[in-house]
């Protein structure tokens, strides 16, 4: 079952966290997963190892809208560490993997959560602060960038091969296809090739008796949305075991981009040489090479870009949905087990959700909405629908109740039963859409998965 909390303020002021507060406490009551005052005690009993997994995609937002339709408010954040920590739990922690050049401690002292988890820490042992999960970083910006590696040691990971078994094996070929934004071409090309399929999971995560996944609910570029599904890239540590697109278009067997374009995949080839190249002067060359590429495509009016921003990209969800595989059935030891290790959560910051060109520059989108489930599907289905999509149209979702080895659903999105927190009451299907605001702004390249006005 999904719960929703609605009516919430949207202004996230400081006077109102104890609404918010008291919205995460209904929600956890109403699913089930605690009683008054211990609101997680079903799921913490006993000193319980609790790991939070907020969206901390970047430390500003690309655009000019701020930090509140970007990342999982501090708010929200801090109302459920409290319900962990009431409930008995023996320790918690907050956890995550930005893009590599996120400032991290720009984006702690930005969200007032650095300040918040340190005294916090101070007077509660049981709080083990906040985590930067990232083995790699970019610090600086054009001559002055650097790429800092190995920030944290891989014995504070896991490495899991699904081989065959991965989603990603169906599209797989010898031909090194795969791409991820800002990396070297070969490095994807170690990680992922016909029968190999590997991702690096932070033990932290695997170690914990609960997951507790927060994502923002946004309007996604590449997947058409980020909620409970897609926030799980943030539980591995190193980003070129993440494909997320496959260079080329459609129209030569690609996915980055719909057809085939000479400019686009002249842009791709730039790309790949300045991701391969370590020597400033070649950047240089290459920077500027690309952008007059893109001043090209700008004047042809081109929205997509070489991203796979768009519908057709069939890489970014199957990536998605092996990390949510792994979260559930794979052990500390990298072993794929047959029965779920941990138990999972999610609980959604949509009270100022993100439209427009998300993940990185969104808009904000004030809905004054929590939800809540067990099961990352069913939150995604319904998210869908609030944002004005029809979910069988966004790969993400649909595919996470099709059937297959170490399943993310035993249950058909028909059978999914969503309820309102404060009253109990059902809603339907017709009640979730009529919550939509409008109009959305969605993604170019996913306006074929808008649904249509009845």
């Known amino acids: 079952m999904v719960t929703l909390s609605q009516g919430l303020p949207t202004g996230y002021d400081p006077d109102e966290y104890p609404t918010i507060r008291a919205a995460v406490r209904q929600l956890c009551l109403a699913q089930g997963w605690g009683h008054e005052g211990a609101p997680l005690a079903n799921l913490v009993n006993g000193g319980a190892r609790v790991l939070l997994k907020p969206n901390w995609v970047l ?14 408010h501090r708010f929200l954040i801090q109302a459920v560490v409290e319900a962990a920590l009431d409930s008995g739990a023996g320790r918690v922690v907050v956890a995550d993997a930005p893009v590599q050049g996120c400032d991290f401690a720009t984006l702690m002292h930005a969200s007032g959560v650095g300040a918040w988890a340190a005294e916090l820490q101070q007077r509660e042992p049981r709080f083990a602060g906040v985590i930067d999960l990232r083995r790699t970083i970019r610090q600086g910006a054009g001559s002055s960038e650097r790429t800092v590696e ?5 014995a504070q990971f896991t490495l899991f091969d699904l081989g065959a078994d991965s989603m990603l094996e169906p599209i797989t070929t010898s031909a090194a296809a795969f791409r991820v934004t800002q990396y070297h071409p070969a490095y994807l090309a170690r990680t992922h090739a016909p029968g190999r399929h590997q991702f690096l999971v932070s033990r932290e995560v695997l170690e914990a008796d609960l997951v507790i996944n927060m994502p923002k609910l946004k309007t996604h570029k590449k997947a058409g949305i980020t909620c409970a599904l897609k926030n799980l890239v943030g539980i591995n540590g190193n980003k070129e075991y993440l494909p997320h697109h496959r260079i080329g278009g459609s129209g030569s067997g690609g996915d980055c981009y719909p057809g085939s374009d000479p400019v686009k995949r002249a842009l791709e080839g730039v790309f790949d ?10 950047r240089r060359a290459w920077r500027f090479a690309a952008r007059v590429l893109q001043a090209i495509q700008h004047r042809r009016g081109d929205r997509i870009g070489v991203e796979g921003s768009w519908s057709g990209n069939d890489t970014v969800w199957r990536m998605c949905l092996d990390l949510n595989r792994i979260l559930s059935f794979g052990s500390a030891d990298g072993t794929m087990m047959d029965q779920p290790q941990r138990r999972v959560i ?22 004054g909405m929590i939800l809540a489930g067990d099961s990352a599907a069913a ?13 069988d149209a966004i790969p993400i979702v649909a595919h996470a109740f099709d059937r297959f080895r170490w399943p993310i659903t035993d249950f058909r999105a028909a059978d999914i039963a969503v309820a309102d927190a404060g009253t109990g009451l059902p809603l339907s299907r017709a009640e979730l859409e009529s919550m939509t605001p409008a109009p ?6 996913w306006l074929s998965a808008v649904r249509l006005p009845a």
């Open 379 to 391: 939150v995604d289905w319904a998210g869908s629908l609030i944002l004005g999509y029809e979910p």
């Open 150 to 154: 190995g920030v944290r040691d891989t």
């Open 440 to 445: 959305i702004n969605h993604p170019e390249g």
């Open 59 to 72: 430390h500003a937002n690309q655009g000019e809208w701020g930090l509140d339709p970007l990342i999982s």
């Open 273 to 282: 040489r300045f991701n391969a190249s370590r020597r400033e002067v070649p």
């Open 346 to 367: 999610h609980i959604v910051d949509a009270v100022i959700a993100g439209q427009g060109d998300g993940p990185l520059r969104p808009e904000p989108l004030p809905m």
